[in-house]
């Protein structure tokens, strides 16, 4: 069983960064591709990015995020980061990491075998 924790959210202005971190548990996710997805009130969950497993040589980005945004996996801490940058309110959501065994890079939430429980980011504007 695999149990994904995420940390790093807070509250923020425009215009400025947060980096969420996920951390893994109870097996080593080498060969896991990882993925992060947020929700806001009243809103389905909705891909953010994803970065494939091994050395994370695949990545895959929401339209909204990408060149704000950075997903990175960190083999050592047995992680995955996303920098977020020049965040807008439309970002505010609760953001949860997910781990699929494999090395395809997707952006379908019923693709991922295992969910952390969130955490919260807040954009004022």
């Known amino acids: 069983q695999v149990e994904l924790v995420e940390s790093g959210g807070g509250l923020v202005q425009t215009g400025g960064s947060l980096r969420l971190t996920c951390v893994a548990s109870g097996r080593i996710l080498t060969n896991y591709s990882m993925g992060w997805f947020r929700q806001s009130p009243g809103n389905e969950r909705e891909f953010v990015a994803a970065?494939?497993?091994?050395?994370?040589?695949?990545?895959r980005y929401a339209d909204s995020v990408r060149g704000r945004f950075v997903i990175s996996r960190d083999n050592a801490l047995n992680a995955a980061i996303l920098q977020m940058d020049n965040l807008k309110p439309e970002d505010t959501g609760d953001y949860y990491c997910a781990a699929r065994l494999g090395v395809w890079v997707v952006n379908l939430p019923d693709e991922y075998d295992y969910w952390g429980k969130g955490t919260l980011v807040t954009v004022s504007s």
């Open positions: 970065v494939g497993w091994r050395d994370g040589a695949r990545t």
